[in-house]
């Protein structure tokens, strides 16, 4: 079992519906992170929580907006979303150096917008 | 900046046979560390093997071995008697010193192990 934990599974939305997608993990790590994934593709980096401050936001649109409440929670935040922004999204958590330090990813939320 | 390339898109291997994906990366930081990560069709990644740029020796986890060859800047995967199980997406990454947090992925080579 993942010890990063990721819900929902599954989301289906419209453009104009408001969703949350919610991440949690209980390992001590003090950075999380969100990615985006295409199928076929390696998961491109959204954004860095580093000791619950935003440290990395990949240009991402206004539209996608993540909270890290306390160290073990990340969320984001969905508003307005476009068909294309169906994808598979990871959370991961890691410790702040990822020279010597692996992410844990968790399971994914697999979003669909209609 | 820094680039990993994952020249296989494709692979296949018998089950019970070893198989080797190839990985090279280009970064001029001192410490980095690689890392091999697993993708199911079913969407989880999961962290295989790790290889620090200052381990003098290969790492190996279970069925899975680093070939780490510094010089030629590849780490390649080795995974020893593959299963049918072992069918899926291969991603190679590399972390950096620079404390940003960011891990970059190769393109990946998805692996089919056939019975």
């Known amino acids: 079992d993942t010890e990063v934990t990721q819900t929902p599974k599954h989301l289906v939305m419209g453009m104009t519906n408001k969703k949350s997608l919610k991440c949690e993990q209980h390992?001590?790590?003090?950075?999380m992170y969100w990615y985006k994934q295409k199928a076929k593709k390696p998961p491109e980096l959204m954004f860095v929580y580093s000791y619950e401050k935003l440290s990395i936001n990949e240009s991402v649109p206004s539209r996608f907006s993540p909270e890290c409440p306390n160290s073990s929670l990340l969320n984001l935040h969905l508003h307005a979303l476009q068909p294309e922004d169906s994808a598979l999204y990871l959370c991961?958590?890691?410790?702040?150096?990822?020279?010597?330090?692996?992410?844990?990813f968790g399971n994914g939320t697999r979003l669909t917008v209609t | 900046a820094q680039k990993i390339t994952q020249t296989q898109p494709g692979m296949f291997v018998q089950e019970k046979e070893a198989v080797t994906l190839d990985c090279t990366y280009d970064t001029s930081d001192p410490s980095y560390g690689l890392f091999w990560y697993k993708q199911p069709s079913s969407g989880e990644m999961i962290f295989l093997i790790y290889?620090?740029?200052?381990?003098?020796q290969n790492a190996t986890e279970g069925r899975y071995s680093l070939n780490f060859q510094k010089a030629r800047k590849s780490a390649n995967l080795v995974i020893s008697a593959s299963q049918l199980g072992d069918s899926a997406m291969y991603f190679c990454a590399q972390g950096d010193s620079s404390n940003t947090g960011k891990l970059i992925f190769g393109q990946g080579t998805t692996l089919q192990v056939k019975p």
């Open positions: 991961a958590s890691s410790h702040v150096r990822t020279d010597n330090s692996p992410l844990h």
């Open positions: 390992m001590g790590h003090r950075a």
């Open positions: 290889q620090g740029s200052y381990d003098q």
